[in-house]
Nanobody, 124 residues
Framework: QVQLVESGGGSVQAGGSLRLSCAVSGNTISAYAMGWYRRAPGKEREFVAA????????YLPDSLEDRFTIARDNAKNTLYLQMTSLKPEDTAVYYC?????????????????WGQGTQVTVSS
């Protein structure tokens, strides 16, 4: 059984940076397409970033691609989300997800495994 554990969340001032981690256990990260999602208070969970199984393709919404980067370290079996120039509206619980697929996966319902989430709070 694959398990995903997020870490790296915290409180930061607007303009700051954070790097979230998602440790994968139970299988190698290179077997999965990976994604990051977030849920802000009172809102639905939304897509943040996706990484293909081979690590060669990424996809982020236009609104985030200039500030966020998704990447992985195969040796550490860990997925990352580098977030820069953070804004108060980035405040949310951030989740990582995994799916046995080749390309980037955007649709939330397609993912097979989810982490428990890590809180990011950005103050103005």
């Amino acid at each position: 059984q694959v398990q995903l554990v997020e870490s790296g969340g915290g409180s930061v001032q607007a303009g700051g940076s954070l790097r979230l981690s998602c440790a994968v256990s139970g299988n190698t990260i290179s077997a999965y397409a990976m994604g990051w999602y977030r849920r802000a208070p009172g809102k639905e969970r939304e897509f943040v970033a996706a990484l293909s199984r081979n690590g060669a393709e990424t996809y982020l919404p236009d609104s985030l691609e200039d500030r966020f980067t998704i990447a992985r370290d195969n040796a550490k079996n860990t997925l990352y989300l580098q977030m820069t120039s953070l804004k108060p509206e980035d405040t949310a619980v951030y989740y990582c997800a995994a799916k046995r697929a080749e390309g980037t996966v955007v649709m939330e319902s397609l993912y097979d495994y989810w982490g428990q989430g890590t809180q990011v709070t950005v103050s103005s």
